[in-house]
């Protein structure tokens, strides 16, 4: 039946048209939608660093799945933010969120989750690594550099993964271990950006290769007047001539084969520490793995600054120590600075023992390459994430990001997650919700404090049971060694 007008029959109610929203009004729905469409918790909390619109814009996929890659994502970092937590925690916690959205709850199976983060695709974790470093870039300020440079520190480390067939055939265990008792080693050779205490890049390798072949593949994440602070290991004729070459500076530890032919009287005297010295190039490269090509196009020669100075060794005793630079202006970089320079090199262990020991992700408990490569990336990323939190809580204060406390962070994000919980739209109050959140991190400043000596040592002994010296198939029990009793 058609419908017509009261005052003029006949014509259609139609030709009245509707009333114009404000664009602002559709983008507010469109947010509102979005945020109604992430975990409401680490979704809201992190909405400043990655808006939904963006996470909704970079998961594409043509399939409505019950674990959509933002969901998935998230889920995913809350288990590392926990402890390194079950996929069981974070399929618990996927099944809340769906109750509280008062949608068809998933099953509890956890298949289904771990099929979704095999499926979490590069694409996605791409925007979202550039959109945090991003929000971390336009977070730094004048005193957070040296003398104008950018400070970055390279080391390596090792994780250790699922014993696996597949793990052992890509990275294989320590040569000293029997089959089947050892687990496979991945070497990660990293590079942390010290401005911001962000772990910029990282190359995987197995944990047989030198960390001086990452740093060569590692050469084009640094930019043009930026400092590479790296430990004698990378110390290399093609390695520092190679970075000179990009307008890269470095300060290194004199490698140990150079530092026993040192001769301190050769080269032109710079002050009673330092000297300028000229290197040639060596008939042949090192282990970094250059190209034949690259090597040719080396000088061959190069000009380096040696500086002596004191430092601690790793039995906790002063030694003389040699250092080599390319910062070859004494007047305008002092040599006790370099010295200085040279121990900020330090924090990438202390970064490596947060990420590892604190994140709890010493193994990684994945059956596959691929997916140890992927669980690197989003140890990475959620690293990345607190340290863009931690970067946004000192913005304008005289704070560096590294008397921060990485575990108190950690405390502080885990406790007030839970308060972000509904305030999907409600930006009022999640704004001051995320003020609070920020001073509270601000709170948790270390005191330094100098020449403390804390050794790595444990006070509970372990338990005393039998060590696994063949696969557990062969092993046979002994019930007098150790003291130790089977479990009946």
């Known amino acids: 039946m058609k419908s017509t007008t009261p005052f003029l029959p006949g014509i259609s109610p139609k030709y009245e048209g509707r009333s114009r929203r404000c664009q602002l009004d559709v983008i507010r729905k469109f947010r509102d939608k ?28 043509i399939r409505r799945r019950v674990f959509p890659e933002d969901i998935t994502f998230w889920a995913w970092v809350s288990q590392l933010l926990e402890g390194n937590s079950s996929c069981a925690n974070a399929l618990t916690l996927i099944q809340g969120w769906y109750s509280d959205a008062d949608l068809p709850v998933p099953s ?34 004048p005193h957070h550099l040296w003398y104008g440079h950018r400070l970055k520190a390279i080391d390596g480390t090792t994780v250790k993964l699922m014993d696996t067939v597949k793990n052992q055939a890509e990275f294989p265990q320590p040569s000293g271990q029997k089959p089947g008792c050892g687990f496979p080693v991945m070497g990660i050779v ?36 930026d400092i590479v602070i790296a430990d004698r290991a990378f110390c290399g004729y093609e390695l520092i001539a190679k970075l000179l070459g990009n307008d890269v500076h470095s300060v290194m530890r004199l490698h140990q084969m150079r530092e026993k032919k040192l001769d301190w009287r050769k080269g032109k005297k710079l002050d009673p520490d330092s000297r300028l010295v000229t290197w040639s190039k060596p008939p042949k490269p090192g282990k970094s793995g250059i190209t034949e090509r690259e090597w040719k196009a ?22 003389t120590m040699y250092l080599v630079t390319t910062l070859l202006e004494a007047n305008e970089y002092p040599t006790d600075e370099i010295g200085m320079l040279y121990a900020e090199r330090w924090k990438i262990e202390v970064k490596f023992r947060d990420i590892k020991t604190t994140m709890k992700v010493e193994m990684f408990r994945v059956q596959s390459p691929a997916m140890a490569r992927k669980m690197m990336r989003m140890v990475q990323l959620a690293y990345n994430l607190i340290k863009a939190i931690q970067m946004e809580a000192i913005r304008g204060e005289a704070v560096l990001i590294d ?26 109050k999640a704004r001051e919700k995320r003020i609070e959140f920020e001073c509270r991190v601000l709170e948790r400043i270390l005191r330094i404090r100098p020449n403390r000596r804390e050794p790595r040592a444990v006070k509970t002994r372990p338990k005393p049971y039998q060590y696994l010296s063949a696969p557990r198939r062969e092993f046979i029990e002994i019930q007098h060694r150790s003291n130790y009793r089977s479990v009946a």
């Not at 979005?34 to 909704?56: N, R, Y």
């Not at 061959?300 to 040696?306: D, I, S």
């Open 34 to 61: 979005l945020l109604s469409k992430s975990i409401s918790d680490l979704g809201v909390l992190f909405a400043e660093i990655l808006p939904p619109e963006l996470l909704s814009q970079a998961g594409k996929e």
């Open 403 to 428: 008397e921060l406390g990485f575990k108190g962070s950690m405390d502080v994000l885990n406790e007030f997650r839970s308060r972000f919980r509904g305030l999907q739209t409600k930006p009022r």
């Open 298 to 319: 080396l000088p061959e020669t190069m000009q380096v600054r040696l500086v002596r100075t004191r430092g601690i060794g790793r039995d906790g005793k002063p030694r």
């Open 190 to 225: 990293g590079v942390l950006d010290l401005a911001t205490g962000r772990l910029e890049d990282y190359v995987i390798a197995k944990g047989r290769d030198h960390d001086a072949k990452g740093l060569y593949r590692l050469c084009g994440q640094f930019n043009p007047g």
């Open 108 to 141: 509890f199976d956890t298949s289904s989750y771990c099929r979704a983060r095999r499926r979490l695709s590069d694409e996605f974790l791409n925007v979202v690594a550039s959109r945090t470093k991003e929000y971390a870039q336009t977070r730094v300020e």
